[in-house]
């Protein structure tokens, strides 16, 4: 059905130019600072655009995090499950955070 694909490429650029601003705004004026109003003037949409892809802004905020670190995350979870020993599982996730660190500090 040709009208759901330009539908999806609409819904897909909006929800882009959204997590776009979050991020940038985020990054310029930390969490608590960064209103959705804010960021949907800096996308250039309104809300209810913001409304078709999010719940609000924890939910936003969440689903953006869960994407930028989502791989990290797992690496994580597997450094842990990686071995018996506490100590060692304990060593091993906090190597796999430095290691995500040190190759993006930007999700720091």
């Known amino acids: 059905m040709p ?6 490429r609409v819904g897909g650029s909006e929800r882009a130019r959204i997590v776009a601003a ?12 960064t209103t959705i ?3 949907l003037a800096r996308a250039g949409l309104d809300r209810t655009a913001f409304d078709r892809h999010f719940r609000g802004r ?5 689903q953006i995090w869960r994407e930028v670190n989502g791989d990290r995350l797992a690496a994580t979870i597997r450094a842990c499950e990686s071995d018996e ?8 996730v ?7 660190l040190r190759g993006d500090p930007s999700r720091a």
């Open 3 to 8: 009208g759901a694909e330009a539908s999806d």
């Open 22 to 33: 979050v991020i940038e705004l985020a990054a310029e004026r930390g969490y608590d600072e």
């Open 37 to 39: 109003d804010l960021a």
């Open 58 to 62: 924890y939910d936003c905020f969440l």
């Open 85 to 92: 020993n506490r100590p060692e599982r304990l060593r091993a």
């Open 94 to 100: 906090a190597e796999e955070i430095a290691r995500g």
